[in-house]
């Protein structure tokens, strides 16, 4: 496609070991796969980047990195914590492994394929952004502190195929051109929405994020449930 000009595109998938709601939840096993494995065969299937680099504070992803044909960051230890900013661990990674795009694959979004990520990736550089994140679009009645957001009180009640929709984040992918990331790093500290900021709406599968154990068993009863439909 012409505008798809050729860009270094490094995958991140970031990996800490600790977690405060599902215990060590990137090597909790889905269908006899560590999750992180999800993730990992879906960049690779993409076909669109240079590099998938698993970026985590423990040595036990290196061998897990070894395992699937990628390399392994090891990020410093005080970036491992449960308090640590995204936009810490985006900075540090970018300064350590050179590449004009960083895409963030998200390792707790086991469902999202190689296809959509690509389509991310498209979509990024069709539109010439500098940061993007995936949402989900729900037509749903939705109020923030009281107050509609997409309907009105007054009047018949509207349904729900008439209401715009509303796009929480899911985060299954993130990512940023390094140059604008880095500058706005520089001049305010904060750089996760910074730049030509873009939103790309995936499908149903990918919003499902893990981080609970009923999230993890959610995303097992899916993965079955796309098996079966699949044979």
Avoid at 26 to 39: C, Q, R, T, V, Y
Avoid at 133 to 145: A, G
Avoid at 202 to 228: C, F, G, M, P, Q
């Amino acid at each position: 496609k012409d505008f798809m000009k050729k860009e270094t595109i490094v995958a991140m998938i970031p990996a800490r070991i600790g977690s405060t709601r599902l215990k060590m939840k990137n090597l909790a096993l889905i269908d006899g796969k560590p999750m992180i494995a999800f993730s990992i065969l879906a960049a690779q299937k993409s076909g669109v980047f240079d590099r998938i680099v698993i970026n985590s504070d423990s040595e036990v992803f290196k061998s897990i990195a070894d395992r699937y044909g990628v390399e392994f960051y090891k990020r410093p230890e005080h970036l491992g914590s449960s308090k640590t900013k995204s936009d810490d661990v985006v900075l540090d990674f970018m300064q350590n492994n050179t590449s004009e795009v960083v895409v963030w694959v998200n390792s707790i979004s086991p469902l999202q394929t190689g296809d959509e990520i690509r389509r991310v990736v498209e979509f990024f550089q069709k539109e010439k952004l500098d940061s993007l994140i995936t949402v989900k679009e729900e037509q749903v009645h939705c109020v923030y502190q009281g107050k509609p957001v997409n309907f009105e009180e007054s009047g018949k009640f509207a349904q729900t195929q008439d209401l715009e929709p509303v796009q929480p984040f899911v985060y299954s992918v993130m990512m940023w051109r390094a140059k604008s990331f880095i500058e706005a790093m520089k001049l305010q500290g904060n750089a996760l929405l910074s730049g030509k900021v873009g939103y790309y709406p995936v499908n149903k599968w990918s919003s499902i994020i893990i981080k609970t154990d009923h999230d993890l068993k959610l995303a097992s009863y899916a993965l079955r449930a796309l098996e079966t439909d699949e044979s």
